[in-house]
């Protein structure tokens, strides 16, 4: 069993002269099982805001502009509070920043049992749920890349498929709780099943391999996986200077505002068509299931042929599944749509930091995936509560969903137009 997360490196004898050995069975392993459910629980259950959709507006006959505001505004905050606990997990371990987030999150769902007026809403869907759910994805994701070397792409996709285990489980077994015991219970039951549950698995989290005396898995193969020092790319200032970088940001400020449209309303618009609310929820399940494949099939795709390809590949599926809504009254042709959406989110979820790669470089990678999934938060708060006043106005999502079906295209169509940047091209227009 490895030694608390702050215990120094054990050296193989008393001069350290020999590396630590990889026992027989990686801990590294359980670092993945371990996060997987974290992000299950964290991600997986705040994707499924639309369950909750019904009965709030039932009970507060609140606007759902208003009610998806609520979701827009805990986006934007959830971003803010994934890049500081990206930070503090770099810096004290992920174990402490998960705990203090896991508490907030809790708190969030469990104050929902007490809501009587908006504010309250807001504050507690919008800052305590919002600040608590940010902390679930830079610390475990970082943690895995530290733990793995190679294979730390599909370890990392195995992780990250947490959420789409979440969401393809989670829907229906909430709505039963919604039913048996109604929205408020559910909310405190989810509340106090978060707390037990991560508290009892983010003891085993651990920083680094090197501080538990153990290697990072495959170590040995680090020059054939990591790219050349020299290749470092673009700069930040330098990729700010080209056209592609806001191409790429507008690509997927379009992506977040059309998938989390979808995840906010689906389940209310299958409801207007007449389905029960289970039934209704059984289409996010589809969503969150075939997305997993979406981020198995793409990624794979993405290692074979330029990222651009799959890029396109995603948002065609998209634009496809869109489209195909518009004409979707049958409760099949929902679910198929599920299929479709699915794919194309799930795989265009695991490519943002593979474009950024593919035209910019390593040097400044990670604050240009930064930036990408900023954009994303942008258009993901913006776009639900949009779809909710257009909603509110016409009493149809008809023309909600045709505006996504419009960015998806624009989309697209930036997204042919993509062409690897040059260095040359940023030198002679400074001079």
Not at 12 to 37: D, K, L, M, W
Not at 258 to 268: D, S
Not at 362 to 385: H, Q
């Given at each position: 069993?490895?030694?608390?997360?702050?215990?120094?490196?054990?050296s193989g004898n008393q001069s350290g002269t020999r590396q630590?050995?990889?026992?027989?069975?990686?801990?590294?392993?359980?670092?993945?099982?371990?996060?997987?459910?974290?992000?299950?629980?964290?991600?997986?259950?705040?994707?499924?805001?639309?369950?909750?959709?019904?009965?709030?507006?039932?009970?507060?006959?609140?606007?759902?502009?208003?009610?998806?505001?609520?979701?827009?505004?805990?986006?934007?905050?959830?971003?803010?509070?994934?890049?500081?606990?990206?930070?503090?997990?770099?810096?004290?371990?992920?174990?402490?920043?998960?705990?203090?987030?896991?508490?907030?999150?809790?708190?969030?769902?469990?104050?929902?049992?007490?809501?009587?007026?908006?504010?309250?809403?807001?504050?507690?869907?919008?800052?305590?749920?919002?600040?608590?759910?940010?902390?679930?994805?830079?610390?475990?994701?970082?943690?895995?890349?530290?733990?793995?070397?190679?294979?730390?792409?599909?370890?990392?996709?195995?992780?990250?498929?947490?959420?789409?285990?979440?969401?393809?489980?989670?829907?229906?077994?909430?709505?039963?709780?919604?039913?048996?015991?109604?929205?408020?219970?559910?909310?405190?039951?989810?509340?106090?099943?978060?707390?037990?549950?991560?508290?009892?698995?983010?003891?085993?989290?651990?920083?680094?391999?090197?501080?538990?005396?153990?290697?990072?898995?495959?170590?040995?193969?680090?020059?054939?996986?990591?790219?050349?020092?020299?290749?470092?790319?673009?700069?930040?200032?330098?990729?700010?200077?080209?056209?592609?970088?806001?191409?790429?940001?507008?690509?997927?400020?379009?992506?977040?505002?059309?998938?989390?449209?979808?995840?906010?309303?689906?389940?209310?618009?299958?409801?207007?068509?007449?389905?029960?609310?289970?039934?209704?929820?059984?289409?996010?399940?589809?969503?969150?299931?075939?997305?997993?494949?979406?981020?198995?099939?793409?990624?794979?795709?993405?290692?074979?042929?330029?990222?651009?390809?799959?890029?396109?590949?995603?948002?065609?599926?998209?634009?496809?599944?869109?489209?195909?809504?518009?004409?979707?009254?049958?409760?099949?042709?929902?679910?198929?749509?599920?299929?479709?959406?699915?794919?194309?989110?799930?795989?265009?979820?695991?490519?943002?930091?593979?474009?950024?790669?593919?035209?910019?470089?390593?040097?400044?990678?990670?604050?240009?995936?930064?930036?990408?999934?900023?954009?994303?938060?942008?258009?993901?708060?913006?776009?639900?509560?949009?779809?909710?006043y257009i909603y509110d106005l016409s009493h149809d999502y008809?023309?909600?969903?045709?505006?996504?079906?419009?960015?998806?295209?624009?989309?697209?169509?930036i997204g042919f137009n993509l062409k690897p940047p040059r260095?040359?091209?940023?030198?002679?227009?400074?001079?």
């Amino acid at each position: 069993m490895p030694r608390d997360e702050n215990s120094s490196p054990k050296s193989g004898n008393q001069s350290g002269t020999r590396q630590p050995e990889r026992p027989r069975f990686f801990y590294g392993y359980i670092i993945v099982a371990v996060s997987f459910i974290l992000m299950m629980f964290g991600w997986g259950i705040y994707y499924i805001y639309g369950v909750f959709f019904g009965p709030l507006e039932l009970e507060f006959h609140w606007t759902r502009a208003v009610t998806s505001g609520a979701f827009s505004l805990s986006v934007l905050i959830s971003g803010i509070s994934g890049i500081i606990s990206g930070r503090l997990s770099d810096r004290i371990g992920p174990r402490a920043v998960i705990m203090f987030c896991a508490v907030f999150l809790a708190l969030g769902y469990s104050l929902m049992f007490l809501v009587k007026d908006l504010w309250q809403f807001y504050l507690f869907y919008g800052l305590f749920i919002a600040t608590g759910v940010g902390g679930f994805w830079a610390p475990p994701v970082s943690t895995v890349a530290r733990w793995f070397i190679g294979r730390r792409g599909f370890m990392t996709g195995i992780v990250s498929g947490g959420i789409s285990f979440g969401t393809l489980v989670l829907p229906p077994a909430v709505t039963a709780l919604i039913a048996a015991y109604g929205w408020r219970a559910a909310y405190l039951i989810i509340g106090i099943t978060i707390l037990v549950i991560v508290m009892l698995l983010v003891r085993f989290l651990r920083h680094s391999p090197e501080r538990v005396g153990l290697m990072p898995y495959e170590s040995r193969q680090v020059s054939r996986i990591q790219p050349n020092p020299a290749d470092t790319g673009f700069s930040f200032k330098e990729a700010l200077r080209t056209s592609q970088f806001w191409m790429v940001a507008f690509i997927y400020l379009c992506f977040g505002a059309a998938q989390l449209t979808i995840m906010v309303h689906i389940v209310p618009h299958a409801v207007g068509l007449g389905y029960s609310p289970i039934s209704a929820a059984v289409v996010l399940s589809i969503i969150g299931g075939v997305s997993l494949l979406g981020r198995i099939v793409l990624g794979s795709l993405a290692d074979r042929l330029r990222v651009k390809i799959s890029t396109l590949v995603g948002l065609g599926v998209l634009a496809v599944s869109l489209i195909f809504l518009q004409f979707s009254q049958n409760l099949w042709q929902l679910y198929l749509f599920g299929v479709m959406f699915g794919f194309g989110y799930g795989g265009l979820s695991c490519l943002q930091s593979l474009i950024g790669a593919e035209l910019f470089g390593l040097g400044s990678l990670g604050v240009i995936t930064a930036v990408f999934s900023f954009c994303f938060d942008i258009g993901g708060a913006s776009g639900p509560v949009l779809a909710g006043y257009i909603y509110d106005l016409s009493h149809d999502y008809h023309w909600a969903f045709m505006l996504m079906i419009f960015l998806i295209l624009l989309a697209l169509i930036i997204g042919f137009n993509l062409k690897p940047p040059r260095k040359s091209q940023i030198n002679s227009s400074a001079s």
